[in-house]
């Protein structure tokens, strides 16, 4: 049986110790958001991730979803965890209060996030998704929509969906077949067929509100003539001051997907047959409304990236330390023992150590950037507003590309520290390579986020995203050479960083010539820019620690002495990764273009 204890310790050593995240008190309306009350909130929410979504998670997997007669059944245990996670206020943590929510900032919710990826990410999809609608209303939709959804959704009796994909188009949404008919009372009539739809029909709410995109009869062609509507299952009908689910809409289920990982999430064909919807935003403008909740979104899914890294490494570090195979190279470490704990090979702890700095590292650069995507809600300065959001928009393609991408290798690793045991249902670890593995594939596939960030971020404003990351991490290099117990850790950054720098210069002349170039070196630029980001993360620790240390540690030494063995091994080992990627970047993309489709 896998293993799962909420990380608190570590969480609040980068909270804390090394981001500072009570100085979120100084944004306005984050005033009450003290260290206190930030341990209360991870320590409750720790809780039911421990004890109510934790133990759901295999049997979970092992049930699936049920289809039939187009009603959708969630596994067993679903609906009453559900039921209790939406009265604890979970679904409206970073809600705003005039909705009925908690009004925590991003940070937090990236922590919850975190916590609940690794207790049971199929779980997460439900309120993942209705956090998807609740952000578009929220920002896009008119007074009426936000008082008539609103509260429904942050309360969790009702939940949301995003239906984007159709069968012919995924990645490029200017195909989508989506109708929208005008009608006399200002509503619309909606037909078409949207497939891989989370969360698009269940037994857990009420009411599921669609957020749907579709075009309108006099929509120009391609993306810019996508709209914007919100489609519930239910009409609301007004009782006594609240919404409450009224006549159904023309919106049904036609199936759900059998799927290699989080089956507990049920993933529909949702067929609009003159569904009523209304238009939320302006008409033809449905992407940039889409666009501007795309951050929280897919910040979101890289939170899942790190809550499957950091559970696998749980569970494999439990392992390693208990299986009994051969002794250490080196001569028996256990002689009492028929044969030593795996953990004393260097391979097994090669594995570890990965899953380890992997995981931290990124836990520092989520919890950072969801810092700075409260600075660009919150920050009473506009100025310091634009930087933040550019920032975070900078980072976002980064981190949800690599933190997904090493989710799926971290719970990979895991299932090799198990052996053949990995590959074994029972234990649990290979659900996680099942589970992670889609979240590197929706929300934009990771290839996309690579585009993403060479094509639009890269370029935008003649590199001004860039700054707002190259500037401090150039600081900290400068005033970091300076500290004699520094070094060994700033100069492998400051030579990586200097790399990345040529990198973006290289993409950036070449790609003016030929785009192909751009695109060619986009996901080794990617993964080179998330090396340096967790480099400089790691930085961050390692100093921290060792200020910890000089000022005494309070019993805790062996916590910061392993925080910076860690930051060693990342910058040891995982950084010259970066090395090749610099390579395969200037080698230029001529090789992947020069051959004909029809000769490979
Ligand atoms: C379990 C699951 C849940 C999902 N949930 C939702 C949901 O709730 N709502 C929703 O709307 N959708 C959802 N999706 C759909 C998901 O977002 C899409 O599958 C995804 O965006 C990719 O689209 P596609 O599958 O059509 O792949 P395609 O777009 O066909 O892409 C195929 C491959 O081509 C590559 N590619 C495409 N264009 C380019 C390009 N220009 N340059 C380089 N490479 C390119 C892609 O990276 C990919 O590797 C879900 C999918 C699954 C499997």
Same mark, same amino acid.
């Given at each position: 049986?896998?293993?799962?204890?909420?990380?608190? $310790?570590?969480?609040?050593?980068?909270?804390?110790?090394?981001?500072?995240?009570?100085?979120?008190?100084?944004?306005?309306?984050?005033?009450?958001?003290?260290?206190?009350?930030?341990?209360?909130?991870?320590?409750?929410?720790?809780?039911?991730?421990?004890?109510?979504?934790?133990?759901?998670?295999?049997?979970?997997?092992?049930?699936?979803?049920?289809?039939?007669?187009?009603?959708?059944?969630?596994?067993?245990?679903?609906?009453?965890?559900?039921?209790?996670?939406?009265?604890?206020?979970?679904?409206?943590?970073?809600?705003?209060?005039?909705?009925?929510?908690?009004?925590?900032?991003?940070?937090?919710?990236?922590?919850?996030?975190?916590?609940?990826?690794?207790?049971?990410?199929?779980?997460?999809?439900?309120?993942?998704?209705?956090?998807?609608?609740?952000?578009?209303?929220?920002?896009?939709?008119?007074?009426?929509?936000? $008082?008539?959804?609103?509260?429904?959704?942050?309360?969790?009796?009702?939940?949301?969906?995003?239906?984007?994909?159709?069968?012919?188009?995924?990645?490029?949404?200017?195909?989508?077949?989506?109708?929208?008919?005008?009608?006399?009372?200002?509503?619309?009539?909606?037909?078409?067929?949207?497939?891989?739809?989370?969360?698009?029909?269940?037994?857990?709410?009420?009411?599921?509100?669609?957020?749907?995109?579709?075009?309108?009869? %006099?929509?120009?062609?391609?993306?810019?003539?996508?709209?914007?509507?919100?489609?519930?299952?239910?009409?609301?009908?007004?009782?006594?001051?609240?919404?409450?689910?009224?006549?159904?809409?023309?919106?049904?289920?036609?199936?759900?997907?059998?799927?290699?990982?989080?089956?507990?999430?049920?993933?529909?064909?949702?067929?609009?047959?003159?569904?009523?919807?209304?238009?939320?935003?302006?008409?033809?403008?449905?992407?940039?409304?889409?666009?501007?909740?795309?951050?929280?979104?897919?910040?979101?899914?890289?939170?899942?990236?790190?809550?499957?890294?950091?559970?696998?490494?749980?569970?494999?570090?439990?392992?390693?330390?208990?299986?009994?195979?051969?002794?250490?190279? $080196?001569?028996?470490?256990?002689?009492?023992?028929?044969?030593?704990?795996?953990?004393?090979?260097?391979?097994?702890?090669?594995?570890?150590?990965?899953?380890?700095?992997?995981?931290?590292?990124?836990?520092?650069?989520?919890?950072?950037?969801?810092?700075?995507?409260?600075?660009?809600?919150?920050?009473?300065?506009?100025?310091?507003?634009?930087?933040?959001?550019?920032?975070?928009?900078?980072?976002?393609?980064?981190?949800?590309?690599?933190?997904?991408?090493?989710? +799926?290798?971290?719970?990979?690793?895991?299932?090799?520290?198990?052996?053949?045991?990995?590959?074994?249902?029972?234990?649990?670890?290979?659900?996680?390579?099942?589970?992670?593995?889609?979240?590197?594939?929706?929300?934009?596939?990771?290839?996309?986020?690579?585009?993403?960030?060479?094509?639009?971020?890269?370029?935008?404003?003649?590199?001004?995203?860039?700054?707002?990351?190259?500037?401090?991490?150039? $600081?900290?290099?400068?005033?970091?050479?300076?500290?004699?117990?520094?070094?060994?850790?700033?100069?492998?950054?400051?030579?990586?960083?200097?790399?990345?720098?040529?990198?973006?210069?290289?993409?950036?002349?070449?790609?003016?010539?030929?785009?192909?170039?751009?695109?060619?070196?986009?996901?080794?630029?990617?993964?080179?820019?998330?090396?340096?980001?967790?480099?400089?993360?790691?930085?961050?620790?390692?100093?921290?620690?060792?200020?910890?240390?000089?000022?005494?540690?309070?019993?805790?030494?062996?916590?910061?002495?392993?925080?910076?063995?860690?930051?060693?091994? +990342?910058?040891?080992?995982?950084?010259?990764?970066? %090395?090749?990627?610099?390579?395969?970047?200037?080698?230029?993309?001529?090789?992947?273009?020069?051959?004909?489709?029809?000769?490979?």
């Amino acid at each position: 049986m896998p293993v799962y204890t909420a990380p608190l $310790d570590n969480i609040r050593f980068v909270l804390h110790d090394v981001l500072k995240a009570e100085t979120l008190s100084a944004l306005p309306g984050y005033e009450e958001v003290s260290k206190d009350l930030i341990d209360q909130i991870l320590e409750e929410g720790a809780k039911i991730c421990e004890e109510v979504l934790f133990p759901l998670n295999q049997t979970g997997d092992a049930e699936g979803c049920t289809f039939e007669n187009g009603v959708v059944r969630t596994p067993q245990g679903f609906k009453d965890a559900y039921t209790l996670f939406a009265g604890g206020g979970w679904c409206g943590l970073a809600a705003d209060p005039q909705y009925g929510g908690m009004g925590m900032p991003a940070t937090l919710n990236c922590v919850l996030q975190e916590m609940i990826c690794s207790a049971n990410m199929s779980f997460g999809m439900y309120p993942g998704l209705s956090e998807g609608a609740y952000n578009a209303l929220f920002l896009h939709g008119t007074q009426e929509q936000k $008082d008539t959804y609103l509260p429904n959704l942050v309360s969790g009796e009702w939940s949301g969906t995003m239906c984007l994909t159709e069968p012919q188009c995924g990645t490029d949404l200017g195909l989508i077949k989506t109708k929208a008919v005008p009608n006399d009372d200002g509503s619309f009539s909606i037909t078409g067929t949207k497939i891989f739809i989370s969360a698009g029909e269940h037994d857990l709410t009420g009411n599921i509100i669609h957020l749907v995109l579709a075009k309108l009869p %006099d929509a120009p062609e391609g993306v810019k003539g996508i709209s914007l509507f919100v489609v519930p299952k239910f009409l609301p009908k007004e009782e006594g001051g609240a919404f409450k689910p009224g006549a159904r809409n023309g919106v049904s289920c036609g199936s759900i997907e059998h799927k290699m990982g989080i089956r507990a999430s049920a993933t529909c064909v949702i067929n609009l047959d003159q569904a009523k919807g209304w238009l939320v935003g302006e008409k033809h403008k449905g992407m940039r409304a889409m666009f501007t909740m795309m951050n929280a979104a897919r910040l979101g899914v890289g939170m899942q990236g790190l809550g499957i890294a950091e559970v696998a490494y749980q569970n494999g570090l439990a392992y390693a330390r208990e299986r009994l195979q051969m002794r250490a190279l $080196d001569g028996p470490k256990a002689p009492d023992k028929p044969a030593d704990p795996i953990i004393v090979h260097p391979d097994v702890r090669r594995m570890l150590l990965t899953g380890k700095a992997v995981t931290e590292g990124c836990r520092a650069l989520s919890y950072w950037v969801g810092m700075a995507l409260d600075r660009a809600e919150k920050h009473a300065d506009p100025a310091e507003r634009e930087a933040a959001e550019e920032l975070v928009s900078l980072m976002i393609p980064v981190l949800k590309a690599y933190q997904t991408d090493m989710g +799926f290798e971290i719970a990979n690793l895991t299932v090799q520290i198990y052996g053949g045991h990995g590959y074994i249902r029972e234990h649990g670890v290979e659900q996680y390579v099942r589970d992670s593995r889609i979240a590197m594939l929706y929300e934009g596939t990771n290839g996309i986020q690579a585009l993403d960030l060479v094509g639009r971020k890269m370029t935008a404003h003649m590199g001004r995203y860039l700054r707002h990351f190259f500037h401090p991490v150039g $600081d900290f290099i400068e005033s970091g050479m300076a500290d004699p117990q520094m070094q060994e850790f700033v100069v492998p950054l400051a030579k990586a960083y200097s790399k990345l720098q040529q990198a973006t210069a290289t993409i950036a002349q070449k790609g003016l010539k030929d785009p192909n170039e751009a695109g060619a070196a986009s996901v080794d630029y990617l993964r080179m820019f998330a090396l340096v980001s967790l480099g400089y993360m790691w930085c961050l620790m390692a100093k921290t620690a060792q200020e910890k240390l000089a000022a005494g540690a309070d019993g805790r030494a062996a916590f910061y002495e392993s925080k910076i063995h860690t930051a060693r091994f +990342f910058f040891e080992k995982l950084l010259p990764e970066a %090395d090749a990627r610099f390579k395969a970047i200037t080698a230029g993309g001529k090789t992947l273009m020069a051959l004909e489709a029809a000769n490979f």
